[in-house]
T-cell receptor, first 112, second 115 residues
Framework: TQLLEQSPQFLSIQEGENLTVYCNSSSVFSSLQWYRQEPGEGPVLLVTVVTGGEVKKLKRLTFQFGDARKDSSLHITAAQPGDTGLYLCAGAVGNAGNMLTFGGGTRLMVKP | ETGVTQTPRHLVMGMTNKKSLKCEQHLGHNAMYWYKQSAKKPLELMFVYNFKEQTENNSVPSRFSPECPNSSHLFLHLHTLQPEDSALYLC??????????????FGSGTRLTVV
């Protein structure tokens, strides 16, 4: 059973469009992170959200943590080809809080 | 050199071979991890080392053997692998003060093909 479900799995859009990807779970997480992975590389951390209801903005990217700390969303405004990649959410588990469980990812392609 | 470095980037090995993957971090982190990334599957945690001590073995077959000689280096020794072990193996490091994780820094991975 996958702890974190991401949707959609694949998304292909034109440059300039807006999009939202979702990360859902039945479990509560102390924190949740979003990573982006490009082909041939490891994931790179985009943001960490900690407080229920928290909203963080990173240029054209807006991240939200659900009030109950079970879900999160990533919204991209005016997508660009450089946004293309695999977006992964990850929740902190384990007693030390340093083990991450990852969702299956959303593969985004932004066409020029 | 900074960040997390993994070598080799690509590896092709036969099922009877023995090989090792290497990971080195220059970030002063005290926790290191091995993850497996297969097509159409989420990243799977394999091993966790906190302060050089293995704290997690996520039901990984014994043909995978980790080694952490110090807080900067992590190895994954491979022997008698199966074709289904072909995947991207990612190493990561993080700082663990206890409590909230501050995010992993990943290496670029080793693309392993077992033939």
């Amino acid at each position: 059973t996958q702890l974190l479900e991401q949707s959609p799995q694949f998304l292909s859009i034109q440059e300039g469009e807006n999009l939202t990807v979702y990360c859902n779970s039945s479990s509560v997480f102390s924190s949740l992170q979003w990573y982006r992975q490009e082909p041939g590389e490891g994931p790179v951390l985009l943001v960490t959200v900690v407080t229920g209801g928290e909203v963080k903005k990173l240029k054209r990217l807006t991240f939200q943590f659900g009030d109950a700390r079970k879900d999160s969303s990533l919204h991209i405004t005016a997508a660009q080809p450089g946004d293309t990649g695999l977006y992964l959410c990850a929740g902190a588990v384990g007693n030390a809080g340093n083990m991450l469980t990852f969702g299956g990812g959303t593969r985004l392609m932004v066409k020029p | 050199e900074t960040g997390v470095t993994q070598t080799p980037r690509h590896l092709v090995m036969g099922m009877t071979n023995k090989k090792s993957l290497k990971c080195e971090q220059h970030l002063g982190h005290n926790a290191m991890y091995w993850y497996k990334q297969s097509a159409k599957k989420p990243l799977e945690l394999m091993f966790v080392y906190n302060f050089k001590e293995q704290t997690e073995n996520n039901s990984v077959p014994s043909r995978f053997s980790p080694e952490c000689p110090n807080s900067s280096h992590l190895f994954l020794h491979l022997h008698t692998l199966q074709p289904e072990d072909s995947a991207l193996y990612l190493c990561a490091s993080s700082q663990v003060p206890g409590g909230l994780p501050r995010g992993y820094t990943f290496g670029s991975g080793t693309r392993l093909t077992v033939v």
